[in-house]
Structures are given as structure tokens and as C-alpha cells.
């Protein structure tokens, strides 16, 4: 791997760190970050060559580890990267504090003003770059300096400090907690790597990153991995918030319209037919074959308050330990035999008497559940 060299002006028997650095950036960067940064200060004002694979080396951290640290320096305006046509690091641009901030820098924290960041001009040597520059090789996979969509939407693979101080925020710490109520587990270090990168790198607020996780679990899908996914094509969409997440995602699952088109509706579902489908999977816990037989007896029996006769069914079923469809025809036989024995003891629909209910009124009650 290439050495790399690093240049400066003003050249001093010491290494000068900004007091600007010390009180905006340093208690957000973790420890990787730091030592990385404060060592390549330190080897442009002695004038020293090193490497990506050196730097590696002497603070025991894979190449990676290293590539990601510069990354983190380069969003925060601190540096710049450049790359050759391979797509490796060629330079580092190390930047100023003391000029104006251009429009689009980004402070590190919310509560600290904006950085001031303007490329070092060097002269020392006549075949140097006309900035500060680190010359060397890398593995960042962009040929242009601006990064590609594909490293925008990698996920980087987080050290432990960088975990330890994840889990250690106070609204990251809520982020995970409600992930596993979510998930009804405790995470495992890769699901919270996921976390970390769709809050870190993907810039997602906490309440994005509930609605997320949420809509992932109404789905049935409960992979960190699947939710990365959503979450990457979230973010090229712009996404920023619940509301336009609901926008560009399909609301509901397949189950929810499925159910609607079997009991004849073709609207958008509205919250009380989703509560509904929703209690029939998820608490009575029917396949959707002995959902989809309700809804054709329903369908054949009444064109009104078809969800609340569909549910008045389902519970009955569940009251009754239905798990499969031959438990409805074991029950349909027995309540065919108390008929011939009890001509008034109701309907076919397993003992289901449709006079007995006030179908609004069982509807509100149940929406409002």
C-alpha cells in the first residue's frame, strides 16, 4: 500500500489542536474517531509519511476501521476525501476552523454552532496538491469524492466503543428498549448494529425509527435485516417523517386487503377494519383459510355489517377452539344435529344468532378497542 505524506505550511516542533475542535467535536466522536484524527494532526505538523494500513497497525484497528473513522471526519466537515479511478483513498484534504462556514455544513450536535471549514493551502513542496493532502491508498469505494449511493446505503461495521456509546444515549437507549417490546426479545450485537446504522448513517429520528419497526412487525416481518431494507428505500425517498412514510409505503399488509376484497370491499381500509382483521390474526391466531370462510358465509348472509358479522363468527369459532377447517365442519355437524332435535335453537352459523346483536352498536364497541 502507498505511503502517504502529509503537508502544512507551518511547520512546528508540536501539535496544535483547535479549541474549537476540543468544545464542538470532541464529545460526540468516539474513540476510534479521535485517535485517528488527532494523528494524522500530528504527523502533518511533523512532516511524516504513514498509511492507511500503518495507522491500522498502531492503534490495533482494521483498515476499515480506519476508512470509517476518515468518513466520519469528512461528514463533519473536518476533512475531505479524494480517491483514484479504482476507487481508493488518494488524498485527504484536512480542513480550517477559521473561515466562514459554507451554507451546507453541518454542525456534529444540534446544540453547537456551525463549523467554519476552508481547505489548508500548502507551498512546501512544488509537487504537492495546492491543499493539505494525504497521498496513499484505501478501500472507500468512491472514484469522484462525492459518495456513491451504494457507500451511502452500506452499513459500516460498528466497534464496540461505537456500540457501548450507542446503547448508552439516553434516546438511543429508548430506541432499543421499544425495539425489543417491538420484537419481544433481547437484540443480538448485529440487530443493534442495524439500529445504530438506520439512526447513525441514515439519519432516522426515533419516532421514524418506532413507526419503522412497527410497521415491519404489522407486517409479520421481524428481521433486522428486513427492516434495513425498508428503512434504506425509506431514505432515497427522503423520508423524514411517520407521515411521509405512510405516503410512500403500502399501509397494510396483503392480509388486510385480501380480507377486504373477500367481504366485498374495495375501499381503502379504514383503522376500525384493520383492528378488526388484525384481532383475527394476530389474537384468535386464524389462518387466513378459516378467515376467508367466515367472510363467505358472511358475504352470503348479509350485505350490512359484514365486519361485525364476520368478527361475531370468528369469535365463536374461537371460543369454541377452532383451529382448522374441520373443526368448523365438526361444528356445523354438531349444531345440525342439535337443530333437528331443536328446530329454534338458531342459524346454521354455529349457534350464531344474528337477532342477538346490535350490529352498530357492537362495531363501535369493538373499533374502539
Request: charged letters at 25%.
Amino acid at each position: 500500500m502507498n505511503r502517504l505524506t502529509i503537508y502544512q505550511d507551518n511547520y512546528a516542533d508540536s501539535t496544535v489542536i483547535s479549541n474549537r475542535f476540543i468544545d464542538e467535536y470532541m464529545q460526540d466522536a468516539n474513540d476510534a474517531q479521535l485517535k485517528i484524527y488527532l494523528y494524522l494532526i500530528r504527523m502533518m505538523s511533523a512532516r511524516r509519511s504513514t498509511s492507511i494500513s500503518d495507522i491500522a497497525d498502531l492503534f490495533n484497528y482494521t483498515e476499515k476501521d480506519v476508512i470509517r473513522a476518515l468518513k466520519y471526519w469528512e461528514k463533519n466537515h473536518l476533512l475531505s476525501l479524494d480517491y483514484d479511478e479504482h476507487k481508493n483513498v488518494t488524498g485527504i484534504h484536512l480542513m480550517d476552523f477559521t473561515a466562514p462556514a459554507p451554507a451546507a455544513a453541518i454542525p456534529v450536535s444540534t446544540a453547537a454552532p456551525l463549523a467554519s471549514v476552508v481547505p489548508i493551502s500548502s507551498k512546501l513542496c512544488p509537487s504537492a496538491p495546492a491543499e493539505t493532502t494525504v497521498h496513499g491508498n484505501g478501500d472507500i469505494q468512491n472514484p469522484a469524492g462525492d459518495p456513491s449511493e451504494e457507500d451511502i446505503y452500506r452499513k459500516p461495521n460498528y466497534s464496540l466503543d461505537e456500540l457501548k456509546a450507542f446503547k448508552s444515549n439516553e434516546t438511543t437507549s429508548r430506541i432499543l428498549f421499544v425495539a425489543e417490546q417491538y420484537l419481544k426479545r433481547p437484540l443480538s450485537i448485529n440487530d443493534i448494529q442495524t439500529i445504530l446504522f438506520i439512526s447513525d448513517k441514515l439519519g432516522f429520528s426515533e419516532d421514524l425509527i418506532d413507526h419503522l419497526i412497527q410497521y415491519c412487525v404489522d407486517l409479520g416481518k421481524k428481521e433486522l435485516s428486513y427492516m434495513e431494507k425498508v428503512a434504506i428505500s425509506w431514505a432515497k425517498k427522503d423520508v423524514k417523517t411517520p407521515k411521509q412514510a405512510a405516503k410512500v409505503s403500502n399501509k397494510y399488509e396483503r392480509s388486510v386487503y385480501e380480507v377486504m376484497n373477500a367481504l366485498g370491499k374495495n375501499n381503502v381500509p379504514t383503522r376500525g377494519e384493520v383492528a378488526f382483521i388484525r384481532r383475527w390474526t394476530r389474537e384468535y391466531g386464524f389462518t387466513m383459510d378459516i378467515i376467508f370462510e367466515a367472510c363467505e358465509r358472511t358475504v352470503l348472509k348479509t350485505d350490512k355489517n359484514r365486519f361485525p358479522f364476520a368478527e361475531s363468527i370468528l369469535k365463536s369459532w374461537h371460543e369454541a377452539g377452532v383451529h382448522n377447517i374441520n373443526d368448523i365442519h365438526s361444528l356445523d355437524e354438531n349444531y345440525h344435529k342439535s337443530k333437528s332435535s331443536k328446530p329454534d335453537a338458531g342459524n346454521k352459523f354455529n349457534q350464531f344468532r344474528q337477532n342477538s346483536y346490535d350490529f352498530d352498536l357492537l362495531e363501535q364497541e369493538l373499533i374502539s378497542n
